[in-house]
C-alpha cells in the first residue's frame, strides 16, 4: 500500500484530483469529512470545543455550530491556534485508523491543512496541487459563496505555492482545463501503481 498525502490551496482543484483518483480506484479519505465527525457529540473534540469556547457554540440539538465557532476564531489567530490545537489531533486519529483499516493498493488523504498540521508522517508521498492565485480568486467566486477579497485574503493566510511545492513529491499544476489536469492525474498514478512501466 501506498499513502499519498493531497494537499493544495482554496479553489486550487484538490477535489477534482481526490475525485479521478479515487475513479482509478484509490481510496480516497476526505479530512473535511474527518473534521465534521471530530465535532460530533460524544467525540473528545467536541467536549473540548465547548468547554474552550463556552456554550454559545453548542446548537440545540447538541451538535457544534461551526458558524458561531467560526464567529469566534475568524481574524483571531490566537483563538484559532487554540481550535486547531483540539480539533486536528481528533482528525489525526481518524485518519489514521481509516488508513489502518483500507484495503486499496493506494490510499489518498485528501488535506488542505496536511502540512500546517505535520501529517507528512502519515504519508509515503505529498502531491500538491497548485494555481496561480488569481486563477483561485476566481475559480472562488465562480463557485459562489465568496467575493474576490475574501477569496484573496484566504489566499494570502495560507501556504504559499512556493512553499508547497518545496515540499512536495509530485506537484500537478491546474492552470489549464480539466482534461491537461486528468493527463497530469494519469501520469502520476501510473507513475504509483506501474513504476516499470516509466
Known amino acids: 500500500m501506498i499513502v499519498i498525502g493531497l494537499t493544495g490551496g482554496i479553489a486550487a482543484g484538490k477535489s477534482t484530483v481526490a475525485q479521478a483518483l479515487g475513479e482509478r480506484g484509490a481510496h480516497v479519505i476526505d479530512a473535511d469529512r474527518l473534521g ?4 460530533e457529540p460524544g467525540r473528545e473534540a467536541h467536549r ?16 457544534i455550530d461551526r458558524k458561531a465557532l467560526g464567529a469566534k476564531v475568524f481574524d483571531r489567530p490566537a483563538e484559532l491556534e ?4 483540539i480539533v486536528w489531533p481528533e ?3 481518524l485518519a489514521e485508523a481509516e488508513i489502518a483499516a483500507a484495503r486499496a493498493e493506494v490510499v489518498v488523504l485528501e488535506a488542505a491543512v496536511l502540512l500546517e498540521a505535520g ?4 504519508v509515503d508521498e505529498i502531491w500538491v496541487v497548485v494555481v496561480e492565485p488569481e486563477v483561485a480568486v ?7 459563496g465568496l467575493d474576490a477579497s475574501a477569496a484573496r485574503a484566504r489566499i494570502d493566510a ?3 505555492n512556493q512553499e508547497r511545492k518545496a515540499r512536495a513529491n509530485r506537484v500537478i499544476d491546474n492552470g489549464g482545463d480539466e ?20
Open 82 to 85: 487554540r481550535l486547531t490545537a
Open 91 to 93: 482528525i489525526r486519529r
Open 158 to 160: 495560507q501556504l504559499s
Open 138 to 144: 476566481a475559480r472562488a467566486v465562480d463557485r459562489g
Open 179 to 198: 482534461s491537461a489536469l486528468l493527463r497530469q492525474v494519469d501520469e502520476a498514478w501510473r507513475a504509483v501503481t506501474d513504476p516499470g512501466a516509466a
Open 119 to 122: 501529517w507528512e508522517d502519515l
Open 36 to 39: 465534521h465527525r471530530a465535532y
Open 48 to 63: 473540548q470545543v465547548a468547554e474552550a469556547f463556552g456554550a454559545e457554540v453548542v446548537a440545540p440539538d447538541g451538535t
